[in-house]
């Protein structure tokens, strides 16, 4: 099975910085990545599909790049309400599907 | 409006059966593929099954053998039969459209003696 890893596990940053987030597939998954936040008490909300396409209604600071092993979600300027936890997701048509483990975006 | 319900969590014992069961409205639930995902408490989230508009199903190796996920298309619900349940199963449990983005609110399952 595949596994994705993600890091860091925890940032601490500013309103206004720029941050990344990446995750690492152990063998190339082509772009089937999905990323998601998530706050507290609520369910996860998509960010990006297929590694780079802006979800619907998410603002333009967010975006995903990558293709194969290596993928990033960058912030461009981080706004108050972005602070959250993050997960990338790796689904395709051959399950099991894997997250991410969780990055936490924490004001500094 | 697209909208996901999902009931039947509570507290089981170790060992005990619980099923869950995800009320759709807004959308066929036959046309879209469908999973579950679970989070423990302050954990991550963890994928635990799905179940394709042709009815093919896929599970985690940590549920395998011991949740069964289906579809009653006359009622647009999905359903999650668990068995033998654990404590390490404790956790929120969503029902996904991932393919969509739809998600439920989750219901909260206990594995408790």
């Known amino acids: 099975d595949i596994q994705m890893t993600q890091s860091p596990s925890s940032l601490s940053a500013s309103v206004g910085d720029r941050v990344t987030i990446t995750c690492r597939a152990s063998?190339?998954?082509?772009?089937?990545l999905a990323w998601y936040q998530q706050k507290p008490g609520q369910a996860p909300k998509r960010l990006i599909y297929v590694a780079s396409t802006l979800q619907s209604g998410v603002p333009s600071r967010f975006s995903g790049s990558g293709s194969g092993t290596e993928f990033t979600l960058t912030i461009s300027s981080l706004q108050p309400e972005d602070f959250a936890t993050y997960y990338c997701l790796h689904h395709s048509p051959n399950p099991p599907y894997t997250f991410g483990q969780g990055t936490k975006l924490e004001l500094k | 409006e697209v909208q996901l319900v999902e009931t039947g969590g509570g507290l089981i014992q170790p060992g005990e059966s619980l099923r869950l069961s995800c009320a759709a409205s807004?959308?066929?639930?036959?046309?879209?593929?469908m999973s579950w995902v679970r989070q423990a408490p302050g954990k991550g989230l963890e994928w635990v099954s799905v179940?394709?508009?042709?009815?093919?199903?896929f599970y985690a190796d940590s549920v395998k053998g011991r949740f069964t996920i289906s579809r009653d298309n006359s009622k647009n619900t999905l359903s999650l039969q668990m068995t033998t349940l654990r404590v390490e199963d404790t956790a929120i449990y969503y029902c996904?459209?991932?393919?969509?983005?739809?998600w439920g609110q989750g219901t909260l399952v206990t594995v408790s003696s």
């Open positions: 063998q190339g998954i082509r772009s089937d």
């Open positions: 996904a459209g991932l393919g969509k983005d739809y």
């Open positions: 807004g959308f066929t639930l036959s046309s879209s593929y």
């Open positions: 179940i394709y508009s042709v009815g093919t199903t």
